[in-house]
């Protein structure tokens, strides 16, 4: 079977918010939403940050990324998918140490048409609370100084989770 080909979305010269973020950029793009804060974890394989959006009561909601540039699921290496997926789970238990909620949520888009708007693979992990309608919810700005907060609550539970489980917990940067 010949798999299909698919074409990158990004524009030419295409500055990723997510690799300024993780490499530390200075001065970020314009057009970066992101601030130095938003970052929780970073490891040789993923990266973990707070999104700038959030919806409706949400305000800390986590994205978790390849370190390096990969656009979307199509890209991902065998050993990079299997470190998001872990790592996803890991900032579900930290989100149930931090905020308690009732559940969570992930939740991934792929090019125009699924819905992705930044072209780097980031896998959103939303907490969760009966009734919170968040589907329902219109997409909002998060202030920056409530991100920082929310990314340093996380990455400390992140922290001990990691720990719990006996694993290397120096990728964690925020907490």
């Given at each position: 079977m010949t798999l299909p080909a698919w074409a990158s979305?990004?524009?030419a010269g295409y500055a990723c918010p997510f690799c300024e973020l993780v490499t530390g950029a200075s001065p970020f793009s314009a057009e970066n939403l992101c601030a130095p804060g938003d970052l929780l974890y970073r490891d040789e394989l993923v990266s973990v940050?707070?999104?700038c959006d959030g919806f409706g009561d949400h305000e800390g909601h986590a994205m978790v990324i390849p370190t390096a540039h990969l656009e979307s699921l199509y890209d991902?290496?065998?050993?990079?998918n299997a470190a998001i997926a872990v790592m996803s789970r890991l900032v579900a238990l930290a989100m149930k140490a931090a905020w308690r909620p009732q559940g969570t949520s992930v939740r991934q888009h792929n090019e125009p048409a699924g819905n992705q708007h930044v072209w780097h693979y980031h896998l959103h992990?939303?907490?969760r609370w009966e009734d919170?309608?968040?589907y329902r919810q219109?997409?909002?700005r998060v202030p920056v100084d409530v991100r920082a907060l929310k990314a340093a609550e996380l990455g400390a539970a992140l922290r001990g989770v990691l720990l719990a489980e006996g694993r290397d917990a120096s990728g964690v940067v925020a907490g």
């Open positions: 979305h990004a524009p940050l707070i999104a991902l290496p065998d050993d990079v992990v939303f907490p919170d309608n968040l219109l997409r909002h």
